[in-house]
């Protein structure tokens, strides 16, 4: 029984990351597509994406 709720803990952690993963993928995603539009200041891309500012301004400096 205690092995068994060992897995599933680590299961359901498993998945935590690999959600926390994505969702922070889409937003780099997010910031990429509004960097090429050009309309977005990059405090804007910030506070819509929840990136840090650092974050944004590397992603500029990449493309």
């Known amino acids: 029984m205690l092995m068994e709720a060992r897995l599933l803990d680590e299961r ?13 993928k889409e937003k780099l995603a997010t910031a990429k597509r509004m960097l090429t539009k050009g309309c977005y200041s990059l405090e804007v891309i910030a506070e819509l994406t929840n990136l840090s500012l650092a974050d944004v301004e590397k992603l500029k400096e990449e493309a």
Do not use: L, S
């Open 12 to 24: 359901r952690e498993g998945e935590a990351a690999g959600i926390a993963k994505g969702e922070a």
